[in-house]
Structures are given as C-alpha cells and as structure tokens.
C-alpha cells in the first residue's frame, strides 16, 4: 500500500489528452512538492516535473503538472505511443521524514 | 556528463551477505545526497533511505531500517547499499540518484543510475 494514491492503469488514443491523478495527505503533497517520474522497463526512471509543474530541460512541453491542496495531477497532451511507461508520482513525507512514491499509473496508447 | 554508474547484476543464496555500488562521476559526488530506490518484480518504486557523502549523514525508510545499510566513499565518489544476509524477498531491481539541487535530500531525483538487479534463490 502506497503512500500516494494514483490509479493503476490510463489509456488513450493518439493525440489525445490524458490525466494521472496522485492523492495524498497533508504531511506529503500537502506541504511538499510533488514530482513526476516516466519509467520504462529496463530502463532508469526519469524526471518528467518538479517542483509541482516545472519541466526539466529536454521534457516536452506535453507534459504538465498541478498541484492543489493534498493531491496534484499529470496531464499529457498530444498523446504520444512512445508515451507508452509507467508514471509515478512523488513527494517529501514530513511524518515519515522520507519520500514516498505513488504505486505508479501504467499508461497504454491505444 | 554527469552520471551514477552502477554494479552488475547478482545473483545470491539465502542468508549471503552483499554490497551494490553507485559510482558518480561528472560532479562534486560529496555535495549531493544519494538516495537508493527498489523496484521489486512487477511492482513501484520504493525509497530505502539516502546518504550525503561529505558527512556519511545517512537517513533510512522505516520499512527498510536494519534491513539494510548505506555508507558512502567520497574518495572514491561511491555509495554502497548492502545487507548482511539476503532473504528471496530482496530480490529486486536497486536504483541509486541524485537530487538535482545539492545540499538537498528531498528535492526531486534527476540523475538515476542504470540499476543493478538482485536475484536471491537457493
């Protein structure tokens, strides 16, 4: 049992626009930034937002991030089937003084 | 380039000990913190604890706590995740990153290393 809540699976078409919901509480996205990493399998996870909405350099501006009270979101637009990963959703627990991750959201492009 | 190179896979008995590594290279390896990430088969990801190689501060997930230990060589630029007697439920896939910010344990990861997958069976 994950520390965030995200749903387990997200599908789309081509183009379209998708959304990732992670929920948490007050000690974690409440008062914390969230960040948002892609996974491939056999690969390393990668930064996709920090700081709640802020891209690194190199991350298409598809991607998106919001944060409001103890939950934040994802969205991916112009959906793409190399968007094809697992996304997770992450914070700084102040309770658990630790990270805690969301149980990730497995993404199909259909 | 800035980069964490890890060890090779491995595969152990029940109850041997082992100790994975995490080579940085490409920036002050002792002004980062390093965290340690497990991805059992099939499942999330899971954050074990951290290090920050200038002082060998470490810090542990409840879950993980005595189960493990982390150390660092800022020597050497490397950190180690080890334990003293594996159990089938270690094995997993184990990442090391880095926090983009230095000096900060708990600003977002953006240097992952490649991982380093763990097989514990008789």
């Known amino acids: 049992q994950s520390v965030l809540t995200q749903p387990p699976s997200a599908s789309g078409t081509p183009g379209q626009r998708v959304t990732i919901s992670c929920s948490g509480t007050s000690s974690n996205i409440g008062s914390n930034n969230v960040n948002w990493y892609q996974h491939l399998p056999g690969t390393a996870p990668k930064l996709l937002i920090y700081?709640?909405?802020q891209r690194p350099s190199g991350v298409p501006d598809r991607f998106s991030g919001s944060k409001s009270g103890t939950s934040a979101s994802l969205a991916i637009s112009g959906l793409q089937s190399e968007d094809e990963a697992d996304y997770y959703c992450?914070?700084?627990?102040?309770?658990?003084?630790?990270?805690?991750f969301g149980g990730g959201t497995k993404l199909s492009v259909l | 380039e800035v980069q964490l190179v890890q060890s090779g896979a491995e595969v152990k008995k029940p109850g041997e000990s082992l100790k994975i590594s995490c080579k940085g290279s490409g920036y002050t390896f002792a002004i980062y913190w390093i965290g340690w990430v497990r991805q059992m088969p099939g499942k999330g990801l899971e954050w074990m604890g951290a290090?920050?190689?200038?002082?060998?501060?470490?810090m542990y997930s409840p879950s993980f706590e005595g189960q493990v230990t982390i150390s660092a060589d800022k020597s050497t630029s490397t950190a180690y995740l080890k334990w003293s007697s594996l159990q089938a439920s270690d094995s997993a896939t184990y990442y090391c990153?880095?926090?983009?910010?230095?000096?900060?344990?708990?600003?977002?990861?953006?240097?992952w290393g490649q991982g380093t997958m763990v097989t514990v069976s008789s």
């Open positions: 290090i920050y190689p200038g002082d060998s501060d470490t």
């Open positions: 700081r709640n909405n």
């Open positions: 992450a914070a700084w627990d102040d309770s658990l003084n630790g990270r805690v």
């Open positions: 990153a880095r926090p983009y910010i230095d000096q900060s344990m708990n600003d977002a990861f953006d240097i």
